[in-house]
């Protein structure tokens, strides 16, 4: 089943967000296996998030890239909201 992820990270700017995307192209990990929707918005000059991944083992082999560089950065990316897709429409 997969499951949907939201992310409220502190201090999380669009340039600190942009950089990120940066390093994980970087270390091959821009397009994650597992991760099958990415959605980045900007809500008061920060960037939230929110995933939709086919598994939480998926989810958590990414989190092993991508916390050490949300953490180089200053961004403490926080607890998501995680709850499963009940339906995802496209288009």
């Known amino acids: 089943m997969a499951l949907g992820f939201y992310f409220s990270p502190s201090s999380f700017t669009p340039a600190r967000y942009d950089e990120v995307i940066k390093r994980l ?7 994650p296996a597992g991760r099958t929707y990415h959605c980045a918005i900007e809500v008061d ?6 995933d939709v991944w086919e598994s939480q083992e998926s989810f958590d ?20 909201m995680v709850a499963p897709v ?3 429409i496209k288009g």
Not at 71 to 80: F, I, V
């Open 86 to 88: 009940h339906n995802i």
């Open 25 to 31: 192209d970087a270390a091959g990990a821009g397009a």
């Open 61 to 80: 082999a990414f989190g092993a890239t991508l916390v050490p560089i949300m953490t180089e950065l200053g961004a403490d990316p926080g607890q998501p």
């Open 45 to 50: 000059g920060l960037i939230q998030v929110f």
